[in-house]
């Protein structure tokens, strides 16, 4: 069962040499008689030789081997015939001519290929059916090793700056301000519950009062949220919390993290500081909290120009105190009648009523709208969109926000209907970090007529703003800040509310919390206030999201080792699954299942 050496490890220099080989079986090939495999371990191939004439008891045995059978060979290393060289592997200017072998397992047929370009094309609930076959291919063992070397990178730096990693429990209390969370019954006090940790935030607080200065921790974080390519239940965090810091320090210590992670993982050095852009900023020209600034395509607010324009839906809206913005998609007239209703229904679903375009075609500008434009309005669309031939303009005509977002998603849509075309190229390796800061530190509810934490009711306010928490809350900024890279948030975190009357009033008078609420779930954490809270702050980064742009993939679900479907199952071990009745007596819970 001993290897003396690894599938990617022989040379030239080891000919003449017995060596022993562990592995799976990755092909076979019979070559007039003598079979030739290529065995297969985590670091890589070298290729076997069983000859039956000069061992027929090995080729007895060889003969039943079936590819991803698990075996053991004993053997020389032997030069490879000339012409048969296989120079894009370590291991091809040598073979191994087999003296013993061991069968450990026979392999059934998989399912699927176990190689890139065929596992790539299987349909993906098959691959996490059969999981322990998938992560057999070489991209994914790759993929696991990206996440590998990321943990140890992350660790190793902050070490060097001082912190240190402190577990802190996936069991807490119900704290249903934020996402849904998981409820876990607890069976020795019937009738209550545990949460399953959205996130280390309040413990990590909690630290910072215990005088621990410098926590960090790569942790389990659970959130009961509906799923996509970037979201999973259950994922991982990388947290951090730090006192006596600025938000300087704050930015000088992550953009140090991701600068070595980068070098670590890929070897590429990236470049800092990064560029900081206020959230008003982000909004205004990209559409989004989070902007891709690998391509133009900035939206521009035409609101003044229409203020008294013959088109009444666009007047309207910019003397209601709404906002006129577009966006130009140079090259894009060629849209089809169905790619432009696919727009107009993602417009309509983030709450516009339609979608008005112009197509600029043979000299002309087509739409239904043009004929009530004035040739100064024209003339100023073209001045600031620099339109041309061949253009596709889109318009959104509502409260700002909301005109912001609409036409931000529509951007991001329109730059990927252009690179299907080869009209743009947005490569995923064109690392653009920012940090986008001074966001607003509450957002108003209307449907529940109040304010509510645009980050998390910890954020700091920004000092010259906080004389506004009493008369206007939605004009004070908070000690925000993301990190966005190419349109993916990687972390978020904030300066903290270190003083206990601040933390009680924002929960209090600004987020209208009854106090008796403010007390059950928080009251441990204000009272630990009251004995010496050190000014703090940090930030959490999405492990499963760094280590996709890593590894060049869109889904966290290919850099996690067994995650869950979109509809949060686990299909090769079949979860989530009933549980017997004497179970449920134990936690003391009845199941009520919906009509």
Known sequence: ???????????????????????????????????????????????????????????????????????????????????????????????????????????????????????????????????????????????????????????????????????????????????????????????????????????????????????????????????????????????????????EDIYALFEGMLKKLWQDVLGQDIPTPFVRMPFHDAMNRFGVDKPDVRFAMELVDFTELFKTSGFKVFASTATGGGAIKAINAKGLADLTQGEL???????????????????????????????????????????????????????????????????????????????????????????????????????HDEAENRYVATHHPFTAPVAEDAAYLDSDPKKVRGQHYDVVLNGMELGGGSIRIHNPAMQKKIFEDVLKIPADVVESRFGYMLKAFTYGAPPHGGIAFGLDRMCALLCGTTSIRDVIAFPKTQKGQDLMAQSPTPVTAKQLKDLHIAIAMPE
């Open 1 to 247: 069962m001993h290897r003396s050496h690894h599938c990617a490890q022989l040379t030239p220099t080891d000919l003449g040499a017995t060596v022993s080989l562990l592995g799976w079986v990755d092909s076979i090939r019979d070559h007039g008689g003598i079979l030739f495999i290529d065995l297969r371990d985590r670091k890589g191939i070298t290729q076997v030789m069983f000859d039956p004439k000069a061992n027929p008891a090995i080729g007895e045995q060889a003969a039943h081997l079936k590819p991803e059978s698990v075996i053991g060979i004993k053997g020389k290393v032997v030069a490879r015939p000339e012409g048969t060289v296989n120079a894009a592997l370590p291991t091809g200017g040598v073979e191994v001519d087999a003296i013993e072998l061991t069968i450990h397992n026979i392999s059934d047929t998989p399912p699927f290929p176990l190689d890139d370009v065929g596992g790539d094309k299987v349909n993906e609930d098959m691959r996490l059916t059969y999981r322990y076959l998938d992560l057999r291919r070489p991209k994914m063992r790759k993929n696991l090793h990206v996440r590998h070397k990321a943990a140890k990178s992350i660790r190793d730096y902050f070490d060097s700056q001082e912190f240190i990693e402190v577990e802190t429990p996936a069991l807490f209390k119900s704290t249903p301000e934020g996402a849904r969370e998981y409820l876990v019954p607890s069976r020795i006090h019937p009738g209550q519950f545990y949460a399953l940790s959205q996130s280390p935030q309040q413990f990590k607080q909690i630290l910072m009062v215990a005088g621990v200065e410098k926590y960090f921790q790569i942790a389990r974080c659970f959130r009961d949220e509906d799923l996509r390519s970037d979201r999973q239940m259950e994922f991982t965090q990388v947290d951090v919390e730090a006192s006596f810091v600025t938000r």
């Open 341 to 443: 209703k696919t727009l107009e229904e993602i417009a309509k679903s983030l709450g516009a009523k339609g979608l008005a375009f112009i197509k600029v075609e043979g000299g002309e500008w087509k739409s239904p709208i043009v004929k009530f434009f004035s040739e100064t309005e024209k003339a100023a669309l073209t001045a600031q969109l620099g339109v041309t031939e061949g253009d596709m303009i889109f318009f959104a005509a509502a409260p700002w926000e909301k005109a912001c977002a609409i036409l931000g998603r529509i951007r991001l849509e329109a730059a990927q209907l252009l690179v299907k075309r080869g009209k743009m190229t947005i490569r995923h390796d064109d690392w653009k970090f920012l940090w986008v800061v001074d966001f607003p530190l509450m957002s």
